[in-house]
Nanobody, 126 residues
Framework: QVQLVESGGGLVQARGSLRLSCAAS????????WGWYRQAPGNERELVAT????????NYADSVKGRFTISRDNAKNTLYLQMNSLKPEDTAVYYC???????????????????WGQGTQVTVSS
């Protein structure tokens, strides 16, 4: 099992910046992709950014390209989302995600599974 805890959300004015953190614990050896998603009221959850473990290739939603940066500190087992030039339409609950693939953890077998954090609110005022 993998546990994810987000932090860093809050209220910020438009054109401001925030950095979200996602601290991971548990057995993360079989995680293949880390990501950030968001969900605004009345909307479906949408992808914001992902980063692959094997080659660190990143992927961003068109709406955040050039403004957001996803990164990971392996030593701290923490995922980050640096958000610059924030807009009111970025207001949402932001969720950390970890995609697990089948592998041998050394302590047992892991299988396909998605892990989610509890979310952190980001509110951008105009």
């Amino acid at each position: 099992q993998v546990q994810l805890v987000e932090s860093g959300g809050g209220l910020v004015q438009a054109r401001g910046s925030l950095r979200l953190s996602c601290a991971a614990s548990g057995d993360t050896i079989c995680i293949s992709v880390w990501g950030w998603y968001r969900q605004a009221p009345g909307n479906e959850r949408e992808l914001v950014a992902t980063i692959r473990v094997d080659n660190s290739i990143t992927n961003y939603a068109d709406s955040v390209k050039g403004r957001f940066t996803i990164s990971r500190d392996n030593a701290k087992n923490t995922l980050y989302l640096q958000m610059n030039s924030l807009k009111p339409e970025d207001t949402a609950v932001y969720y950390c995600n970890a995609e697990q693939i089948p592998c041998n953890t050394g302590r047992g077998l892991a299988y396909f599974e998605d892990f989610w954090g509890q979310g952190t609110q980001v509110t951008v005022s105009s």
